[in-house]
């Protein structure tokens, strides 16, 4: 079946420093993927998608490439600030319509 | 655009008490989705619907909750009686249609039973 998997947290980041996040899947056929955001107490927002292979999704300074042959969407920033600090879901979903969500990592960036 | 509309935003019940959740999606959209949030399971997909037909509910845990989609712009979730362990955030979410549109989210739920 299809899953994701992230890279446990908490990370924690000195501002203006690199952020990866690793995200890897598992699905048949042509997925899409997400990258979702949470700030405490809020719902998720949707920070950044793919639609298929070699797309590369991108907002707020954060990217992420699909890529089919790692099956990988790793999510990346040059230059983290601390309001960059919430939990991060990596998501996929295929023609059925679900919404595969890997199990979140929390980002906190120190001043 | 209001965005997906969640209330209550924050329910105290005690066990055995009936509890009903309240979603309205995005207008337009044709697929809503309820999902539950703990920090045990993570996200959970509970139920979705697709022009407010229910089209898979094996997410659901129990005969406890139910679901329903009256109309386009409205529906339900209903934990009947309910369970300290059904503590939780309860999503709602809805999309332009299944498939791979993006979902957008309500600010969710957060339930406590005591």
């Known amino acids: 079946g299809n899953s994701v998997t992230q890279m446990e947290g908490p990370v924690t980041l000195s501002e203006e420093a690199f952020l990866t996040i690793n995200c890897t899947y598992t699905a048949t056929g042509y997925p899409s993927l997400f990258w979702y955001v949470q700030y405490p107490g809020e719902g998720l927002q949707l920070l950044l998608k793919a639609t298929k292979a070699d797309d590369k999704g991108s907002n707020k300074g954060f990217e992420a490439t699909y890529r089919k042959e790692t099956t990988s969407f790793h999510l990346e920033k040059g230059s983290v600030q601390v309001s960059d600090s919430a939990v991060y879901f990596c998501a996929l979903t295929s023609n059925t319509g679900k919404l595969i969500f890997g199990q979140g990592t929390t980002l906190q960036v120190k001043p | 655009d209001a965005g997906v509309i969640q209330s209550p935003r924050h329910e105290v019940t005690e066990m055995g008490q009936e509890v009903t959740l309240r979603c309205k999606p995005i207008?337009?959209?044709?697929?809503l989705f309820w999902y539950r949030q703990t920090m045990m399971r993570g996200l959970e997909l509970l139920i979705y619907?697709?022009?407010?037909?229910?089209?898979?509910d094996s997410g659901m845990p129990e005969d406890r909750f139910s679901a329903k989609m009256p109309n386009a712009s409205f529906s339900t979730l209903k934990i009947q009686p309910s369970e300290p362990r059904d503590s939780a955030v309860y999503f709602c979410a809805s999309s332009h249609s299944t498939g791979t549109d993006t979902q957008y989210f309500g600010p969710g739920t957060r339930l406590t039973v005591l």
């Open positions: 619907f697709n022009n407010n037909v229910p089209i898979d």
């Open positions: 207008s337009g959209h044709n697929s």
